[in-house]
């Protein structure tokens, strides 16, 4: 991630990383999982086993993106660079749920 | 491995707060998690026998009939018992469930004397094997599950950052620091020594439990937003019809004894304990066949499961059979079951005591040594004696930790008297007036010379669990799980007596050195 190596990286401004991470590591763990989840046509009921897959990798991939966010350089860029990637993959998810239905 | 020092110490700093904010939580679910490896058979012990009759498998059909006529609310929701225990002590019954709480779990037992009079018996189950599962649960929390369960949650989002940091944090000494159990004088070194190793070597536990204790909490909003996401596309596939060929044509019930026979057919492997029985919508009875087959890996903490017609003794659904489960089913089955440790038997799940135990322990050194470097800065700065947060904070971990292992033996020795094993508002009692003493104990007499103190009570009540349950029930070795529970009691309360004995030796020889210093003439 983007790291610069003037400014060293501290915990310092935890909350703002951590904020980033919860919140918008969140709706991106959820935007992977419904990319995932149209591209083996889950129907995500929770008796599925498809469904319950899908469950079990939000958590996952949300605690490691709660661990990799305070790699940011500051919490602006990491509500920036993760709300980018919000953007960007709920669209890919929208879209492709347009085009598949 | 190098990783640069500026991320070291930020991964350091996070490890240190995520661990403080939810280490005595975590304490208090792992301590209470090892003992909910035994649910089953320490329901068992606590049981108080039922005076019902035993009836044959083969004469189930006229105990149904008769519990039918004579209680027919019954025939929504019923069990037959296949090998009656202590815990499900007749051949058939059923359960009055009070929501999803699980608070009472009043339930109804029905046998037939010689002659073939009905016998029906209410019991309400002794609340302490329960009470230990729903602490875990609820993080050592006295709140309704509502309110307990996201604040789980999050306290198992913080363990997992905490597993992150302190992984990223031990990997660039690893090899140096792993193996060296230092054991000096230096308190913290060695605490630390301890921590890394228990941390290190059962890491791919504490992921498993991290990730399925934040599974557990938040899964139905989870769900929720899945249906919302893809929830449209269940109409391009239909759902799949399970029931096969079952028309109304079967209307009479296979005898228990036919279901089993017929499932001993289609899987020899699987051991069925319980036939459980519930009109679903529309009235139509459904089956589900709640057993086990110690090859496999189970979906519950106790069993796999059998969906099976009622009518004709078809399996209609393998997807929580042991053995028989699509490879999508066997997988989350084995997240389940990994944290249940419902895989490999008895043995696994003393691993898991054991596991769980340790992770309690490394939750301790944590906050010791979050204490103990706290104390070391505070004394650099010139400081004589602990600040006021060093102090909360050592007081708290001491009481948390040693209240919440003498309040659930507190609880296991009130089962031995109370009434019926004691309801759970008793047991619920018992446990936080022990754990708010000892809390408050922590912080009247000082936890940086009277630790000691502490370790002895909590000892004391953990030793009283053996002595308590043979005076009050003495035919102990009559009973199943008395003497596993009973000598495990023995063993942890003689080694926290033990442990605090030699801390007072030590303080006290202290003491002696000090005072001849200071009488010693200049």
């Known amino acids: ?101 | 491995m190098k990783i640069r020092a500026d991320i070291l110490r930020m991964y350091k700093d996070i490890h240190s707060w995520v661990g403080i904010t939810a280490g005595l939580a975590l304490f208090v679910a792992f301590y209470a998690g090892a003992i909910t490896m035994f649910e089953s058979p320490l329901q068992n012990w606590a049981t108080r026998p039922v005076p019902v009759s035993s009836v044959a498998l083969e004469k189930t059909p006229e105990l149904l009939a008769k519990i039918f006529a004579a209680q027919p609310q019954a025939m929504k929701s019923y069990s037959v018992i296949v090998h009656p225990t202590p815990e499900q002590p007749a051949r058939v019954m059923w359960a009055a469930l009070s929501g999803q709480e699980r608070v009472s779990r009043h339930k109804v037992y029905a046998g037939m004397d010689a002659d073939g009079n009905l016998e029906i018996v209410h019991q309400d189950p002794p609340e302490i094997a329960n009470f230990i599962n729903v602490l875990h649960q609820r993080v050592g929390l006295p709140f309704p599950r509502a309110i307990s369960r996201p604040i789980m949650g999050i306290i198992a989002l913080l363990y997992g950052l905490a597993l992150i940091s302190g992984t990223l944090i031990l990997l660039p000494s690893l090899a140096k620091d792993l193996f060296a159990l230092r054991i000096s004088h230096n308190v913290k070194r060695l605490w630390l020594d301890v921590h890394n190793v228990l941390g290190f070597f059962s890491l791919p536990f504490h992921i498993v439990m991290a990730i399925s204790s934040v599974v557990f909490a938040f899964h139905e909003p989870i769900f929720a937003v899945e249906h919302w996401m893809l929830g449209k596309s269940s109409a391009l596939h239909p759902p799949q019809v399970r029931h096969g060929g079952t028309q109304q044509s079967h209307t009479v019930l296979l005898t228990p004894e036919a279901i089993l026979q017929s499932l001993k057919v289609q899987v020899p492997e699987f051991e069925p304990d319980t036939l459980n029985y519930a009109q679903g919508r529309g009235g139509k009875l459904a089956l589900r066949v709640a057993g086990h087959d110690p090859r496999y890996a189970l979906r519950g903490p106790d069993s796999g499961f059998a969906g099976v017609d009622p009518y004709t003794g078809k399996i209609v659904s393998t997807d929580y059979l042991p053995g028989h489960q699509t490879p999508a089913f066997a997988v989350t089955t084995w997240f389940f079951s990994l944290h249940f440790g419902s895989f490999g038997g008895t043995p696994v799940r003393w691993l898991y005591f054991i596991l769980g135990l340790a992770g309690a322990f490394l939750f301790y050194t944590g906050n010791l040594l979050w204490v103990e470097s706290r104390r070391r800065r505070e004394r650099k700065t010139g400081l004589l004696h602990d600040t006021r947060a060093t102090t909360i904070l050592a007081s708290l971990t001491i009481g948390c930790t040693l209240g919440c292992v003498a309040g659930i033996s507190a609880s296991f020795a009130a089962n031995s008297f109370l009434p019926g094993g004691g309801s759970y508002a008793a047991i619920e009692s018992v446990y936080y007036a022990v754990f708010l003493f000892m809390i408050f104990l922590a912080f009247v007499v000082g936890v940086q010379s009277h630790k000691q103190l502490l370790l002895a009570i909590a000892g004391v009540f953990t030793i009283a669990v053996p002595v308590v349950d043979i005076l009050a029930r003495p035919a102990v070795f009559l009973r199943s799980g008395a003497l596993s529970l009973d000598g495990t009691a023995f063993f942890l309360g003689a080694g926290l007596i033990l442990t605090a004995m030699k801390i007072h030796l030590r303080t006290q020889k202290r003491r002696c050195v000090q005072s001849d210093l200071s009488a010693s003439p200049r």
């Open chain 1, 1 to 101: 991630m983007s790291v610069s190596s003037a400014k060293p990286l501290s915990s310092r401004n935890w909350f703002s990383k951590a904020s980033a991470g919860s919140v918008f590591g969140l709706g991106l763990t959820f935007a992977i999982a419904g990319i995932i989840g149209l591209l083996i046509h889950s129907d995500a009921m929770p008796m599925s086993a498809s469904g319950q897959l899908l469950m079990w990798l939000i958590p996952t991939l949300w605690i490691a993106i709660l661990g990799a966010c305070f790699m940011f350089r500051s919490g602006l860029r990491a509500w920036a660079v993760l709300g980018a990637l919000n953007i960007v993959l709920w669209g890919v998810f929208f879209t492709m749920r347009a085009t598949f239905s």
